[in-house]
């Protein structure tokens, strides 16, 4: 039961915030969690308790939430000059660091960064750049997105737009001109007898009907996650990106990589690009941007859609777009710090160590009777519940299954994620093996709890 004495911070939060992307009822019946500090991939709440957060926070907090390097690499840069904005040909020394660094580790050998301070943001300035740029190359026409169902780019009027969960019909959304590709994941949505080789050549097939349909000269990009994040941990089936670069490249399409979640290693490669072998023409970058210590989100434009954004702009002597914080000094600063401790830091090798334990540990759970499928790439993980195993029968959404088992975890200091009826696991880069059985330990005994009383 919750504390809901007025006094109580639950009952404080509940009166005069809002809670984004929250189940109510959960929230009427135990409260919500409200944490104060963390240690290493621990969240502490106002009652003390402790929490193993197997998410991340929200998939960002890498390098767990008291890294000392990160701390000290935003308060030196606060001493330093603590905000300044990138208009008007002002630009801090941070942000000029920053935006090589992410093109040296970009899978491209030049191009141009653009910062945001939000993923959103980031996948809403990317299609303003694509309607500018085609409309100054004399094709105007060409505005309409292609995205996938179930997969999530943001929140924002066009990224929510683009986002393909029926949720955002309750915003009248999407806008017009976002078209919706089939879901690439193979165990749900292939047809019987279908194999995976089958599935994906099935997709390019769609992909080649959708641009036929549509017009290729009314498409203006193709926006897509590596391994999709918030649609459940779904990585792509055999050959997909393969199969589809060839088409958008034959259409001049330009591939665009929703990196949100994927970028700096999730997938165990510093992009999920190069985890699936295709080079984009532009990377979508935040959360482990900062390893989540400071909002932040950056379009990396590829060599050539960075010369055709340039022309663009050189046309009209401005590209008339920004937010006050794009670039931000200690963002940067910050952000430059998160990719060494990342990728220099141990983080990466982790990731790469710890992911045959972290699939086993997967593995092991989905021999539950009602686990139907066990997925995942690197430490993005997940899953499904389903009332019958051998029909992947889904349960009653009505015994919000995903929903109690993330709650006996919590019971348990454990944080993870409901989605759908899939539970997802996307730990802290600085996870040990300790740690991770502990995850692991915890979920088996939700996942028990739960179904004893649903099955
Ligand atoms: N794109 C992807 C792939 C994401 O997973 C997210 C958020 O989870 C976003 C975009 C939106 O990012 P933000 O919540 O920072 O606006």
Redesign the pocket.
């Known amino acids: 039961m919750p504390d809901d004495t007025a006094s109580s911070w639950e009952a404080r939060a509940s009166a005069h915030s809002f809670y984004g992307f929250t189940d109510l009822p959960t929230i009427r019946d135990r409260g919500p969690v409200i944490v104060t500090h963390g240690t290493g991939p621990y969240v502490v709440d106002v009652h003390g308790r402790r929490y193993l957060d197997a998410n991340s926070g929200?998939?960002n907090m890498v390098a767990g939430f008291d890294h000392p390097g990160l701390i000290a690499a935003a308060k030196a840069q606060y001493d330093r000059f603590p905000g300044y904005h990138a208009f008007f040909g002002r630009m801090s020394d941070q942000t000029v660091m920053l935006s090589e660094k992410l093109i040296e580790v970009s899978p491209f050998d030049t191009g141009r960064v653009f910062y945001t301070n939000?993923?959103?943001?980031?996948?809403d300035s990317l299609v303003k750049m694509l309607w500018f740029l085609w409309a100054a190359e004399g094709q105007p026409e060409r505005r309409k997105i292609l995205t996938r169902k179930n997969?999530?780019?943001?929140?924002?009027a066009v990224?929510a737009s683009m986002t393909g969960k029926p949720y955002n019909s309750v915003f009248g959304l999407p806008l017009e001109g976002f078209v919706h590709l089939t879901c690439p994941h193979f165990w749900r949505e292939g047809l019987q007898g279908e194999t995976e080789a089958d599935f994906t050549a099935r997709l390019g097939r769609e992909l080649e009907d959708v641009i036929a349909r549509e017009g290729a000269g009314t498409i203006a990009g193709f926006v897509a996650?590596p391994v999709l994040?918030?649609g459940g941990a779904i990585p792509p089936p055999e050959g997909y990106f393969r199969t589809i670069a060839p088409i958008l490249r034959r259409h001049g399409i330009p591939l665009i990589s929703?990196?949100?979640?994927?970028g700096f290693h999730r997938t165990g490669q510093t992009w999920g690009c190069e985890t699936y072998g295709f080079t984009p023409d532009a990377i979508?970058s935040?959360?482990n941007l900062t390893a989540g210590f400071f909002?932040m989100?950056a379009v990396v434009l590829g060599p050539e859609l960075s010369a055709r954004l340039q022309a663009a702009s050189e046309a009209i002597e401005e590209f008339p777009h920004g937010f006050t914080a794009s670039g931000h000094p200690v963002g940067c600063a910050i952000a430059l710090k998160a990719i060494d401790v990342i990728l220099n830091e141990g983080l990466a090798e982790n990731v790469r160590s710890l992911t045959p334990r972290f699939e086993a540990g997967l593995a092991r759970l989905a021999g539950h009777p009602n686990i139907g499928e066990w997925r995942g790439k690197g430490f993005m993980g997940a899953l499904e519940a389903v009332a019958d195993k051998p029909t992947k029968t889904p349960f009653d959404a009505a015994l919000s299954v995903s929903e109690r088992i993330a709650n006996a975890c919590t019971d348990q200091g454990l944080i993870c994620r409901p989605l759908g009826q899939s539970i997802v696991l996307c730990p802290p880069f600085v996870i040990t093996e300790a740690q991770m059985d502990e995850m692991f330990g915890k979920l088996e005994r939700a996942l028990d709890q739960v179904f004893a009383e649903v099955a």
């Not at 997969?151 to 924002?156: D, E, R």
Request: aromatic letters at 8%.
């Open positions: 929200l998939w939000s993923g959103s943001e980031a996948n997969g999530y780019h943001g929140v924002t990224s996650e994040g918030a929703d990196e949100v979640i994927t979508l935040s959360k909002p989100g």
